[in-house]
Structure formats: structure tokens, C-alpha cells
């Protein structure tokens, strides 16, 4: 597909073009998209952390865990950015880093072990 496509129409009719490819598990072609959302407005959360999502479920991790860490920068209590942060980092190999984003999610969305 040419580059216009992704680029064309207005920033609301990028957003559920977006939506539409991550839904259809298009995750490549939505993070195309979302890129240049994401320039546009970078002040929000939205785009941003469906861009880090779609690029989690296409596998780029460092793309994902860059968007996650300047997500939770600007709202360390923005939960599920911790969670993904904390998957992501998972999923790379690095549990012991993961932990505390892991923890801080759950506690977050009050999800504290029964005892």
C-alpha cells in the first residue's frame, strides 16, 4: 500500500482507520498509522498507547517499551501502561524488571493477594 494511505483523511478518520487494523489484528499497518498521530498530538495517551500495543502484538518490543516509559513518565498511574510496560518487559527477557511495573499495575486497579 503507498504511504499516502496511511497519511490520509483527518486525524479522527487515522484514528478508526487505526482501529480497524488493530482490530483485524493488522498490527503493523495500525502502528503505520498511529506514527503519525502520535507526531501530531503527542500530549495523548490514547494514540500512544495504541501504538505501543500494536506494536507489542507485532512483536517490535523496543518500539512498544519506548511508547510505555514516556507514557507512564508523564502519568505513573496510568495502570495500564504499567501493565503492558511490565509484559513488555517480560517478554524480553528482563522479569526483574518487569516486577515493580507488574506490582504497581495491579495495586493500581486494586488488585491486592487475598490472604
Known sequence: ??????????????????G???DAKEYASAARVLTGLVEEVPEQT?????????YYHSAQLGRAEAELR?????????????????????RQSRGEEAAPHLRLAAALAGDFPQE
Do not use: N, Q, S
Not at 507512564?72 to 518487559?89: F, N
Open 46 to 54: 490514547a494514540p500512544r498507547l495504541l501504538l505501543a500495543r500494536a
Open 20 to 22: 480497524m487494523f488493530f
Open 70 to 90: 514516556i507514557i507512564v513518565e508523564r502519568d505513573p498511574v496510568e495502570h495500564y501502561a504499567r501493565l503492558m510496560l511490565g509484559r513488555t518487559l517480560e
Open 1 to 18: 500500500m503507498d504511504i499516502e494511505y496511511y497519511e490520509h483523511g483527518t486525524a479522527a478518520e487515522r484514528w478508526e482507520r487505526a
